[in-house]
């Protein structure tokens, strides 16, 4: 099992500035998956995170506006640059999946105004 | 983008009745898992069933798999006030990324 933890929990921000949101894991992973639900919508995946290796982004989501980084194997942020109010959204991530279940933050709920 | 879909879209029942949701998704998968989420908050892993299984069990939950079909469905009995939640699929494919992507969802509301 793992256990992430994952702040801030819930921010409003300006439109135009950017939020960062962090993920630490209690243990070594080799993905990190950011994901996007925007309200009373399901899960769409932003973006896989590789230690070492530049993320990789999911159709019609880019770097400029979702860089990611993942310096270790315990760590990852997302950041949401230039928001603006559609960005309002529910972002988590997640570790795991592939044979056995995946694992997710408690999520970090971005309103934009 | 979704993998699949699945229906209801919600579900209202009274408590102590059975819930079944329906999952399609499109491409071939490695196994399908089920999620709750509760008021919008992080998931919680329900049940997962291999590619190569047809039926499972765990606890009140009963999940079948139907590949010819490309679907899937959840089984919750004898339902529980504290069941009320969103429910989602999700499909990890059958590729080396293990990405898990998710159905559109349902929302149950079980009525006490």
């Known amino acids: 099992s793992a256990v992430i933890s994952q702040k801030p929990s819930r921010d409003i921000c300006q439109r135009g500035t950017s939020l960062t949101i962090q993920c630490q894991v209690d243990?070594?992973?080799?993905?990190m998956f950011w994901y996007r639900q925007q309200p009373g919508q399901s899960l769409t995946l932003i973006a896989t995170?590789?230690?070492?290796?530049?993320?990789?982004?999911e159709s019609g989501f880019v770097i400029d506006k979702f860089p990611i980084s993942r310096p270790n194997l315990t760590f990852s942020t997302l950041t949401v640059s230039n928001m603006s109010p559609e960005d309002s959204s529910i972002y988590l991530c997640?570790?795991?999946?592939?044979?056995?279940?995946?694992?997710f933050g408690q999520g970090t709920r971005l309103t934009v105004v | 983008s979704q993998q699949g879909e699945e229906d209801p879209q919600a579900l209202s029942i009274q408590e102590g009745e059975n819930a079944t949701m329906n999952c399609s998704y499109k491409?071939?998968?490695?196994?399908l898992q089920w999620y709750r989420q509760n008021s919008g908050r992080g998931l919680v892993h329900l049940i997962l069933i291999r590619s190569n299984e047809r039926e499972k069990h765990s606890g009140r939950l009963r999940v079948t798999l139907d590949t010819s079909k490309k679907s899937s469905s959840l089984l919750i009995t004898a339902s529980r006030a504290a069941d009320t939640a969103s429910y989602f699929c999700a499909t990890l494919l059958r590729d080396a990324t293990n990405k898990l992507i998710f159905g559109t969802g349902t929302l149950l509301a079980v009525q006490p």
């Open positions: 997640s570790v795991g999946a592939g044979k056995t279940e995946a694992f």
């Open positions: 995170a590789n230690q070492g290796s530049e993320a990789t982004y």
């Open positions: 491409t071939s998968i490695n196994n």
């Open positions: 243990s070594q992973v080799t993905m």
